[in-house]
């Protein structure tokens, strides 16, 4: 018996990258503990990428791939577009009505993206924009999900979406929506290889679907500790990234591994060598699925297909309770 409902959802912005392994992973887990529906929300893509929509369609693509790299299994769990479940924009809309202004307006990330787009010379103060927290609460409460695994930036979105389910069913007299819970996990905080945060954008990211030899290009760029020029230099690992990387990834003789880079008796190349071949054991299994499904898009258009009708079944359910709480 499965516990209970997941919602859980990723902008289609481009490929992941080693950093969203474990919420992805995390994932996985819960497919066989909770009846999961995990959608590409393409609709909260467009709120920032209104005006530069050609991408939007590949980067679909390119995230299905990396979810079932990773091992999201579509005989588990519907995955599907959120725009492909219309029952999402019809929620968000009926919920809009009964969303206070003040409400949307005092959320953290609206004014913090407002500010640092607007500075990169970016207006994105639209309605759309503005309604992402409503669009969000509908993703998770057309499915009735209570439980919801995210990361930590996404709890005042979560705190909303209970205020706005709360008051749908004090104002229509019901108790259709559950209030839904955050699911933290454990995540590992890989730096970026420069050592800034791991993103895309700085191309300081190492990609989910990296070959062996991109994974050992930027394995290289890993900023070691920069007072050791040669390799008889004393090393201090705590300023290096790779040590970092291995510290994360639990190197089983880790203590050895600091003691002969303070001693100068392995180099950098070498350290950096051994990590590679870390990620690289992590990252085969992954690749190997993702290249099996990228060939074969007739089955990729499947999985949405299928997980779409699925959602549909549960989303319409919800859709007509709705409409008969509301009494329209
Ligand atoms: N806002 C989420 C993010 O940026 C993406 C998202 C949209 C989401 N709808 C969701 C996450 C519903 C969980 C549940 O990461």
Known sequence: ?????????????????????????????????YNCFFGIVDWHALTTAFDNTEKIQENKRLMLLDWLGAGLDPEKSPIFVQSSVKEHGELHLLLSMITPLSWVERVPTYKDQIVQLGSQGKDISTYGFLGYPVLMAADILVYRADTVPVGEDQLPHLEFTRELARRFNHLYNCKLFPEPQAQLAKVAMLPGVDGRKMSKSYNNDIPLGATTEEIWEKVQMMVTDPARIKKSDPGHPEVCIVHTYHQLYHALDLDELSDDCRQGKIGCVQCKKRLAKVIDQQ????????????????????????GARDAKIKATETMTLVRSAMKI
């Open 1 to 33: 018996m499965k516990k209970g409902t997941i919602f859980s959802g990723m902008r289609p912005t481009g490929k992941l990258h080693i950093g969203h392994l474990s919420v992805l992973k995390n994932w996985v887990e819960l497919q066989d503990k």
């Open 283 to 306: 990252l085969t299994p992954i690749r190997e699925k993702r290249q099996y499904y990228e060939n074969k898009p007739k089955l990729l258009r499947e999985i949405l297909e299928t």
